[in-house]
């Protein structure tokens, strides 16, 4: 830590000299600017060569978006993507002299010439201080700018511009974050406040109410909770994971964050259960981090106790609710007997979950459609309709039970009407099962879950992307 603040000053003061450099006629740097002032900085700022004018003008940039207005961040971001394209000349200038000479030189000149300008201006953003973070924020205005682009039936060249600009901050993400640089902290009663704060701010599955809510999931000695950290964002967690340590896999979320519950001593433990996965960084989507983060608090936790055996996830089913509601309501319902589309219209009672007739009755029925959504109901990648199922599926992980009324709180019922999946990582079948998932899209699935599979049902039909959610 005490080499990166040494380097963090270091930077500060290049900045600071370079800042005198340019602050001739430029005025209070920290002063707002307009879209087009700014597209003019950063048309300087990738034509200098001067390494202290160059970290003090991209500080001075950034400054200045920060105070923009929000129409006049997206109007800047609208002429980024617009303006600082690759030089279309120069890549055919490149092909022609390839195709003549293909050279690796020639084809690093290719490379060279057919890389966005704006890979470029976002690398040099990043030489200010803090600059990171602030790009980090400039990639969640850019959503909103795409979102923008769509509802206003822009021009298609434009959304395609703003899409290749958000592929760019992805692209140099995906190498700035790579593992290499992440750090995983044992969050514990002792971290410093300032990061439990984000910690409550950022959780995304299970709403931490207080402090002696989060107090209850972190101090325990039978509750875990990690998180990646990366060095240009000292105090900005990536994603956390919350861990339970149990004696068996749990099929409902209330009881690991009762208010009032016993702590399991360390010896009776023999499974680890990750009920709570948050990305904290909205502006770092589409860089991989969880698959990391699991392998390496598995590995960390056994160090720890070693009588651990079983590891398992207890999570959610976003996409469950959705899919049931307009299957159920469709006039050709896939993945769904006629007698459930009939058994299942208890649902549309506000009280059926407090009658036990009634949720005896969505139990048999629920149960085989949940089956069906995981193993059955596909996107048009063949992918399962489900975001958390990919994400662990994909990570190797087996669909290993399906929990009825796991999850009874308002969300957990607007989301799946309760049901909650554990998906078990067995680290003796991880690597096998991620390839047959990433090369067939085949689901690692239990033999419990497979039985509930209704027979003779047709092919369910697969779902846009944008549908599934």
């Known amino acids: ?48 060569r001067g390494e202290a004018s160059g970290v003090a003008l991209a500080r001075l940039i950034l400054d200045r978006y920060a105070v923009l207005p929000a129409p006049e961040r ?53 030489l200010a201080r803090g600059g990171t973070l602030a790009l980090v924020r400039m990639r969640e205005d850019l959503f909103g700018l795409r979102k923008t682009l769509r509802q206003e039936g822009a021009d298609p060249d434009l959304i395609d511009a703003a899409d290749s600009l958000d592929s760019d901050f992805e692209h140099l993400f995906a190498s700035w974050f790579n593992r290499g640089f992440l750090v995983l902290r044992h969050i514990d009663w002792t971290t410093p406040a300032h990061i439990l704060e984000k910690i409550i701010r950022y959780e995304a599955v299970h709403a931490i ?6 107090r209850r999931r972190i101090e325990p000695a039978d509750r875990r909770c990690f998180a990646f ?58 860089v991989t981090f969880g698959n990391f983060l699991i392998k390496q608090v598995v590995e960390d ?16 089913v976003p996409g469950f609710r959705s899919w049931l509601d307009r299957e159920r309501r469709a006039d050709a319902p896939q993945g769904l007997t006629r007698e459930d589309v009939e058994t299942l219209r208890l649902l ?7 009658d036990k007739a009634a949720c005896e009755a969505v139990r048999k029925a629920m149960i085989p459609a949940a ?77 419990a ?3 509930e599979l209704r027979a003779n049902l047709p092919p369910i039909r697969a779902v846009a992307l944008a549908e599934a959610g």
Not at 87 to 96: G, R, T, Y
Not at 301 to 316: A, M, Q, Y
Not at 348 to 354: E, H, L, N, Y
């Open 371 to 447: 089956a069906a959504y995981f193993l059955r109901a596909k996107n048009e990648k063949g992918r399962p309709l489900d975001p958390v199922a990919r994400f662990h599926l994909g990570n190797g992980a087996r669909l290993e039970r399906v929990n009825f009324l796991g999850d009874t709180s308002a969300n957990g019922m607007k989301q799946s009407y309760g049901l909650m999946v554990n998906y078990l990582y067995d680290l003796s079948a991880i690597e096998k099962n991620h390839e047959t998932y990433a090369d067939l899209g085949t689901v690692a699935t239990s033999s």
């Open 301 to 316: 936790i056994v160090r720890e106790v070693p009588s651990l055996k079983t590891f398992v996830t207890l999570s959610p």
């Open 449 to 451: 879950v497979s039985r």
């Open 209 to 214: 109410q207080d402090w002696n809510d989060l």
């Open 348 to 354: 549309d009672r506000p009280d059926w979950a407090a």
């Open 74 to 126: 997206l109007a800047f971001l609208r002429l980024i993507a617009a303006e600082f394209d690759a030089d279309h000349e120069a890549v055919d200038e490149a092909i022609a002299a390839y195709r003549a000479d293909p050279t690796r030189a020639r084809l690093g000149r290719l490379h060279a010439a057919a890389e966005p300008r704006a890979q470029e201006l976002i690398r040099r953003l990043n």
């Open 229 to 286: 950290f990366h060095p240009a964002l000292l105090d900005e967690p990536l994603i956390f994971v919350e861990v339970a340590l149990t004696g068996g896999i749990p099929g409902a979320i209330g009881p690991i964050l009762a208010d009032e519950r016993e702590t399991l001593p360390i010896k009776a433990a023999n499974t680890a259960v990750f009920y709570s996965i948050s990305n904290c960084q909205k502006g770092l989507a589409g």
């Open 1 to 48: 830590m005490a080499a990166i603040s040494f380097l963090g000053d270091l930077l500060q003061t290049i900045s600071d000299r370079g800042r005198d450099l340019i602050s001739f006629g430029r005025g209070d740097p920290a002063r707002n600017a307009d879209a087009g002032e700014l597209l003019k900085l950063c048309e300087d700022l990738i034509s200098r």
